[in-house]
């Protein structure tokens, strides 16, 4: 799945520039706007390929998620509490590749990896490959406010959790059939032909090609921002492959200076892109405005051959969620007033 | 170890300041220079504190490292080959923590971490925690070369290691007598201050409280630049943390269109930070210079109350090796004269 931007674009027609195009919103001139957006992943999502019931339940749990942490913002709370309330309704649901639910490595195992950036301290907190930890997004929480450090992994974050008295759950609590199913496809066409699947291109095999994040980004009534990622990774994936989700920078940074993001997709050409810092930098040392700045930092990464989306929001409430693939599960709202629940690449 | 930079400067005198403010060195015009800048990491190395025998150990082997890179973009070689032959110099000698001779962690391991970023095509790769790859630059080029990933970690890349057919080694390997005696002394401090060594601040209690970190920078003869970082990251550590040396972006970040940085230091400053892209970002989207856009972002980092250094080299053959430490091993090579040793801040 390596193309340009221009195949991308011819590949997934308008649609991706409806896409990549959405306005920013902004709230009006004096008013002091909270809200947030959220994502549950970037892919190959069309209606062709989705029964009504299955749309129906995306869309449900989406504004699930997204309500969840609007009442956090709206009851005045941090815009890191609505980031980890709202991450955290996707990964207790089997419809997103986070928490239970997540894609299987090549050991038939889940592996998951979370991130947090609190905008106003640039505190941070991540966690990679671990396998017992119920909400990672909690997890990588508690690294940011209780522990010095800003990224742990494997066992010893583990460790961590179960000293900070997070839920432990066996890593079969994760495991659902379908990602079962997914995984023996995934092996199934690496026994045929060996060297394509994931070795070829680092792309998952998986029934729709779909990259599974969730993520969060919100502003605060106090003006704050704060951005959260949370993923199982790749389905079949293997020698503990980390992606971009849980690295500070790239799929998750927040800076009240400039604006918080979250991001989904191929996950490599993100980390080399530092996605997330890219746009704030954009902003913060080339006065771009945010949704500009998203559009380009994309669009650079798309012209690598790289392929997903974001979430973004600014200390001024503007927003954008550009993505280059046919569609991407996201949900906004906004006190001014917007609120939105999309799948597809057409849906304005 | 927190101070902000006001702090950090008044407690080291005048020697932080010329160490900040080492000129950028810049090539004659219409010469296409090449070369290269390492660092040993920073940290309280200071005059009275060493004896000339260790001293002069330092110097030898900046000296043989630099010239072990230099070499190599003298006959013509890829600066990606430089930074590897220069970073394993230092990580085959016990002066520097990174590969034989790596501080140990809260379980008497040595845990590893590396990273290398290519400037021209940015592919990058990165690996952390691994106990057994002899050389974990080699394994961070392996994955930047022969695998579809930027990250991996743990027992997974150490698989990844041997089935590339590189060098593995038991955990014994790098364990030394010295670091052995910091781990015990780090322990006791630990036992008679709970709450103080690492876990108040993260601050490794060691002899020199020195950041461990060897990397390396490099400007080819083709104009192409390259970074990597080694590092075996803070004594008595725990929970499997990860720091900024193998974070693209952070630690360690590459890119033809502005410069290389490698970095050492308190490592969760320079992740929050993402202090090489930042440097980077400074550079292409706010028009400085390098010297200038890697004082700034030290200088931010030293106000958040972060302590390190880093080495960079822009696509011109400008080099800039700030710190706020009282002193940084760092050394450097460049076609068109410029050669040097240096410890201290206090050094010209």
Redesign the interface.
């Known amino acids: 799945m390596k193309f340009t931007l221009t195949q991308a674009l011819a590949l997934i027609g308008a649609s991706a520039l409806s896409g990549s195009a959405e306005p920013a919103k902004r709230p009006a001139p004096g008013a002091r706007p909270y809200g947030l957006v959220i994502h549950g992943g970037a892919g190959v999502i069309v209606r062709k390929e989705m029964t009504a019931q299955t749309e129906a339940a995306y869309r449900d749990k989406l504004a699930q998620a997204r309500d969840a942490g609007y009442a956090v913002l709206e009851r005045g709370g941090s815009a890191t509490d609505a980031v980890v309330a709202a991450v955290r309704v996707m990964e207790d649901s089997p419809l997103f590749n986070a928490g239970y639910g997540a894609v299987l490595d090549s050991d038939g195992v889940c592996e998951l990896d979370a991130a947090i ?1 609190d905008g106003r301290t ?3 907190g991540a966690v ?2 671990v396998q017992t930890v119920k909400n990672p997004i909690l997890l990588a929480k508690a690294i940011m406010e209780r ?11 583990e ?2 959790a179960k000293e900070a008295g997070l839920e432990i759950v066996p890593n079969s609590y994760f495991r659902t059939e379908r990602r079962m199913r997914e995984l023996e496809r995934a092996r199934q066409q690496e026994r045929q032909a060996p060297g394509v699947g ?5 792309t998952p095999p998986g029934e729709d090609r779909k990259w599974g994040t969730v993520g969060c980004v919100a502003l605060d009534r106090d003006g704050n921002l704060a951005a959260g990622t949370s993923t199982g990774g790749m389905t079949n994936k ?6 971009d989700s849980p ?4 799929g998750t ?1 927040a800076n009240n200076a400039t604006c918080a993001v979250s991001c989904t997709g191929h ?2 050409f993100f ?4 996605v997330g ?2 746009i704030s ?2 902003m913060e ?2 006065a771009l405005p945010l949704a500009e700045a998203a559009a380009r930092t994309l669009a650079k990464l798309g012209d ?1 051959g790289g392929t997903g989306g974001l979430v973004a929001i600014g200390r001024d409430g503007a927003v954008a969620m550009p993505f280059n693939t046919p569609g991407m599960y996201r949900a906004l709202r906004i006190s001014t007033g917007e609120s939105l629940v999309r799948l597809f690449g057409d849906e304005r």
């Open positions: 950036m640039l505190g941070a990679a490959g522990s010095p450090h800003v990224m742990l992994a494997g066992p010893g974050a460790r961590f994931q070795a070829a291109d680092g293997k020698f503990g492959r980390v992606g690295i500070i920078g790239a940074y996950g490599e980390m080399r892109g530092v810092h890219d930098a954009r040392y080339g690598a």
